[in-house]
T-cell receptor, first 114, second 111 residues
């Protein structure tokens, strides 16, 4: 079975500063990896996903993530955050051939301050 | 990506009653999933619903409490039965065929 660890429960950052949200996973088989964002009182929006190919994945809203198989990581980055990026961010993993069900990390609250 | 409509968006229910949540997709999909997000927590998979077969439940979830229907390739329902305050959560449906898209969720409060 797979698992996901998001090391930081909260990340405060000033507007226009860069940010990295960390995600590590554990699985005995190949995986697909995802980042989702959840704004207050809303559902989940897919930011980006890694299925295969290039390990650097670009998503919406200027976010990108890099799949590092040797370190079993999939950290999310943005070079310059905006106040509107304040939200909860979830990393998730799905085993290839595992029926597409997702296992989620515990989430990271990104708080962008002026 | 598929567009998912989930109803109701929120509800306040009395303990002991049941609520049925609907999930409608704008295209045919093989797999649909139901997740629960308890207050301040991450998402946990309740069950996988494939058309034409019984839903597959994850550990800790049972059919009597969370019966699921999947009558066709674009629709599914999840019922939360005999509710207690501990069932207060956000319930989300998801489709896995194309990109792991989620509905906007149903925010349930049990009083």
């Amino acid at each position: 079975a797979q698992s996901v660890t998001q090391l930081d429960s909260q990340v405060p950052v000033f507007e226009e500063a860069p940010v990295e949200l960390r995600c590590n996973y554990s699985s005995s088989v190949s995986v697909y990896l995802f980042w989702y964002v959840q704004y207050p009182n809303q559902g989940l929006q897919l930011l980006l996903k890694y299925l295969s190919g290039s390990t650097l994945v670009k998503g919406i809203n200027g976010f990108e993530a890099e799949f590092n198989k040797s370190q079993t990581s999939f950290h999310l980055r943005k070079p310059s955050v905006h106040i509107s990026d304040t939200a909860e961010y979830f990393c998730a993993v799905s085993e290839t051939g595992g029926g597409n069900k997702l296992t989620f990390g515990t989430g990271t609250q990104l708080k962008v301050e002026l | 990506s598929a567009v998912i409509s989930q109803k109701p968006s929120r509800d306040i229910c009395q303990r002991g009653t049941s609520l049925t949540i609907q999930c409608q997709v704008d295209s045919q999909v093989t797999m649909m999933f139901w997740y629960r997000q308890q207050p301040g927590q991450s998402l946990t998979l309740i069950a996988t619903a494939n058309q034409g077969s019984e839903a597959t439940y994850e550990s800790g979830f049972v059919i009597d409490k969370f019966p699921i229907s999947r009558p066709n390739l674009t629709f599914s329902t999840l019922t939360v039965s005999n509710m207690s305050p501990e069932d207060s959560s956000i319930y989300l449906c998801s489709v896995g065929d194309d990109g792991y898209t989620f509905g906007s969720g149903t925010r349930l409060t049990v009083v």
